[in-house]
Nanobody
Framework: QVQVVESGGGLVQAGGSLRLSCAAS????????MGWFRQAPGKERTFVAG????????YYADSAKGRFTISTDNAKNTVYLQMNSLKPEDTAVYYC????????????????WGQGTQVTVSS
């Protein structure tokens, strides 16, 4: 089993920045990729960004390109999502996920999910 725990959410004004963290524990050797998703009120959960543990492969949703950066600290089994130039439409619960394949992340069918962290962007 793999556990993932998100942190770093909060309230920020439009144009501001936040950095989300996701700590993975347990049998992390079984996972190859990590990703971030978000779910706004009344909407489906959507993919934001994904990364392989070595950091060699990254993938972003169009809404995240140029503003968000995903990175890893393999020594800490932690994945980060740096979010800049935040907009009110970025308001959502952000979820971290881990999977044994990069495709599992980009498809949204990851095996392991965190509980989510709330990000609220005020206008």
């Amino acid at each position: 089993q793999v556990q993932v725990v998100e942190s770093g959410g909060g309230l920020v004004q439009a144009g501001g920045s936040l950095r989300l963290s996701c700590a993975a524990s347990g049998r992390t050797i079984s996972t190859v990729a990590m990703g971030w998703f978000r779910q706004a009120p009344g909407k489906e959960r959507t993919f934001v960004a994904g990364i392989s543990w070595g950091g060699g492969s990254t993938y972003y949703a169009d809404s995240a390109k140029g503003r968000f950066t995903i990175s890893t600290d393999n020594a800490k089994n932690t994945v980060y999502l740096q979010m800049n130039s935040l907009k009110p439409e970025d308001t959502a619960v952000y979820y971290c996920a881990a999977d044994q394949s990069f495709a599992g992340i980009t498809s949204g069918r990851a095996d392991y999910w965190g509980q989510g962290t709330q990000v609220t962007v005020s206008s």
